[in-house]
């Protein structure tokens, strides 16, 4: 196919690409926005917020978080990537991003072409915890109420996550039947779990330690590759018996498709630098017994890659929908 350039053409090009640096070297132009596609008092939320402060004194404009919650995730994530490619609204989300593909019929954008991808912020085992009340001390004891019940609840932040389908996947090779609750945000689960209306429920380190610290809710099963330095006693997947079974949730910075590559540079230096605060980054590993990451942009599209390979498999071996 031949491609002829006109004059006038050639002309309107030139006289964009000075418009366009222009754009990007008055970056930010105004407060910007961080959609985070889950409802308040999750751990995707609250990781958002611990970085807003810095932003804010590091681009010298006002950080909005902004809440948009249902379908995996990925209403907020639509309303980004059909956003302004200015620099103004970003994505920050959780591991269900990356199923959205398998999760979502006729998703409106595409992973790849709609975003690109800014930085891996952390990462942070799945813990299965209950309210102390609750009879069970190990996920064993669960499982063995539920195979003379019938059933146990669980709760999770929603289908489509790592941990639900870690936990259908823990339940399968335990013999047990679990009947899941999803919720739209890791607090809405949280309260529910807290109050005793689900036998259990799952969710990263990050979401559940300061619970777990309180003593008003009671771990039973971390999926990490190794014990949380903040939870000892607590044993492994693999430790109990289910080999080769490790979850993380995670979380990732995206930007919309065509957003000026400056633009882009500067928010992740700026996100890297407040994430690297000292009481932040205290605060990640010592409250939220997660692990910060902080990639580069490449870094997180290769990862995102390698989760839609691994866990897709998994959502459609078990019909997982969205919420």
């Known amino acids: 196919m031949s491609v002829s350039f006109t004059r006038r053409g050639m002309l309107g090009a030139a006289l964009a690409l000075p418009a366009l640096a222009a754009r990007a070297d008055t970056w930010p132009s105004g407060p910007i926005r961080i959609v985070v596609p889950f409802a308040p008092g999750g751990s995707t939320d609250a990781v958002a917020r611990l970085a807003a402060p810095g932003l804010q004194q590091r681009l010298g404009v006002p950080i909005i978080v902004e809440n948009r919650s249902g379908a995996a995730g990925s209403i907020g994530s639509d309303m980004v990537a059909k956003a302004r490619p200015d620099g103004q609204t970003w994505l920050l989300t959780f591991d269900s991003h990356a199923l959205m593909p398998v999760l979502v019929p006729n998703l409106p954008f595409d992973l790849t072409a709609d975003f ?21 001390k190990t996920l064993a004891e669960v499982f063995a109420t539920a195979r003379q019940k019938g059933s146990v609840t669980f709760g999770s932040t929603g289908n489509g996550t790592i941990g639900h389908l870690a936990m259908l996947m823990l ?3 335990g013999g047990a039947e679990v009947t899941h609750l999803p919720y739209r945000g890791g607090g809405l689960a949280v309260n529910d779990a807290v109050a005793g ?15 777990i610290s309180a003593n008003t809710l009671r771990p039973l099963l971390q999926l990490g590759a190794t014990r949380l330095a903040g939870l000892p006693s607590v ?4 430790e109990s018996g289910f080999d080769g079974l490790t979850a993380e949730a995670w979380w990732g910075v995206f930007a919309p498709a065509k957003t000026p590559a400056p633009a882009v540079a500067r928010f992740h230096d700026a996100l890297v630098a407040s994430y690297r605060e000292a009481r932040i980054a205290q605060q990640f590993a010592e ?6 990451v902080l990639s580069d942009g490449p870094a997180l599209g290769r990862f995102v890659q390698s989760q839609v390979e691994t866990w897709g498999r998994t959502a459609r071996e078990n019909n997982i929908k969205p919420d």
């Open 235 to 238: 044993p492994t997947a693999v």
């Open 116 to 136: 690109i991808p800014v930085t891996q912020i952390g990462r942070a085992p799945y813990v299965i915890a209950c309210q102390p009340a609750k009879p069970y």
């Open 287 to 292: 409250v939220n017994q997660a692990e910060l």
């Open 171 to 173: 339940a399968k090779r």
């Open 197 to 211: 209306h689900i036998d259990m429920m799952i969710g990263s380190s990050a979401l559940l330690a300061p619970q």
